[in-house]
T-cell receptor, first 115, second 115 residues
Framework: KAGVTQTPRYLIKTRGQQVTLSCSPI?????VSWYQQTPGQGLQFLFE???????NKGNFPGRFSGRQFSNSRSEMNVSTLELGDSALYLC??????????????FGEGSWLTVV | AQSVAQPEDQVNVAEGNPLTVKCTYS??????LFWYVQYPNRGLQFLLK??????LVKGSYGFEAEFNKSQTSFHLKKPSALVSDSALYFC?????????????FGKGTKLSVKP
């Protein structure tokens, strides 16, 4: 069974641009969550989607947004990129919502560098 | 509010010796506790979790963890460390009592196993 797939794996963007990252969850998983990982701040929760609805959102500015499609695939978008947005963005999926206690499984991440 | 702490930034162990990576948590309800491992430039891999039941949880690659409610701890252990165990380890917690709420990760502990 395929794991969580994230695309692209690596990308470089310029300040002020916007970026869209994609995540395909494990087959049958309906919950997708996103995390930002940086050396200074560690792993920080961005948002969780379940059945196309945002269930939970972390403490990030409105430039960070996401959505989930009917096939459970998810995208996150960051607009007006800043240097501080350079990070590893991790997507994770689980059978049902995080609140259920189901294990969440992570993808390999998308490395974003903002120059 | 929920929180998790990994008091050691780095743990050094000789190969063949037992290892312990510490984790303490704070939640208002019953905790859902997880351990993940991250190898360089990779995503997080699930090791084990505690939701309810036996306090000693066994997971992947010979790892185990003991849930201690009175000490609010969930330390990760392995009887005999391997060089290949060298990686970054994350403890995570979620308050099992609520319908919302995300998974909170510790800052991570770098495990170094020397031959």
């Amino acid at each position: 069974k395929a794991g969580v797939t994230q695309t692209p794996r690596y990308l470089i963007k310029t300040r002020g641009q916007q970026v869209t990252l994609s995540c395909s969850p494990i087959s049958g998983h309906r919950s997708v969550s996103w995390y930002q990982q940086t050396p200074g701040q560690g792993l920080q929760f961005l948002f969780e989607y379940f059945s196309e609805t945002q269930r939970n959102k972390g403490n990030f500015p409105g430039r960070f947004s996401g959505r989930q499609f009917s096939n459970s695939r998810s995208e996150m978008n960051v607009s007006t990129l800043e240097l501080g947005d350079s990070a590893l963005y991790l997507c994770a999926s689980s059978l049902s919502a995080i609140s259920s206690g189901n294990t969440i499984y992570f993808g390999e991440g998308s490395w974003l560098t903002v120059v | 509010a929920q929180s998790v702490a990994q008091p050691e930034d780095q743990v050094n162990v000789a190969e063949g010796n037992p290892l312990t990576v510490k984790c303490t948590y704070s939640v208002s309800g019953n905790p859902y506790l997880f351990w993940y491992v991250q190898y360089p430039n990779r995503g997080l891999q699930f090791l084990l979790k505690y939701i309810t039941g036996d306090n000693l949880v066994k997971g992947s690659y010979g790892f185990e963890a003991e849930f201690n409610k009175s000490q609010t701890s969930f330390h990760l252990k392995k009887p005999s460390a391997l060089v290949s165990d060298s990686a970054l380890y994350f403890c995570a917690v979620r308050d099992g009592g609520g319908s919302q709420g995300n998974l909170i990760f510790g800052k991570g502990t770098k495990l170094s196993v020397k031959p």
